[in-house]
């Protein structure tokens, strides 16, 4: 009688904090984070902030300052604005 190797895989289930909606930037933030497996330590650090920092903007207590606006959409890939990636924009 032959052995049959069988190997199963199957993708990891979503965050339960992964946003349903992207109404606010801690939204696409959060997305953004999670779909790239990152801590917000990680994208504090990408953006020249502290985690504490990341934290608010993804749980809605503040929004970014202006001056960390270019890293953030560097970080997205898009501006928020107008909610399609920046290279489709052109």
Request: with cysteine; glycine share 8%; hydrophobic share 35%.
């Amino acid at each position: 009688m032959p052995i049959i190797r069988l190997t199963l895989t199957t993708s990891k289930p979503k965050d339960s904090e992964y946003p349903k909606e992207l109404k606010t930037v801690g939204d696409h933030l959060r997305k953004r984070r999670l779909d790239l497996g990152l801590l917000q330590r990680e994208v504090g650090q990408r953006i020249g902030v502290c985690c504490s920092t990341v934290w608010n903007w993804e749980k809605g207590g503040r929004e970014p300052e202006i001056n960390h606006l270019p890293a953030v959409i560097a970080f997205l890939g898009y501006e928020l604005l107008q909610g399609v990636p920046s290279d489709l924009a052109e």
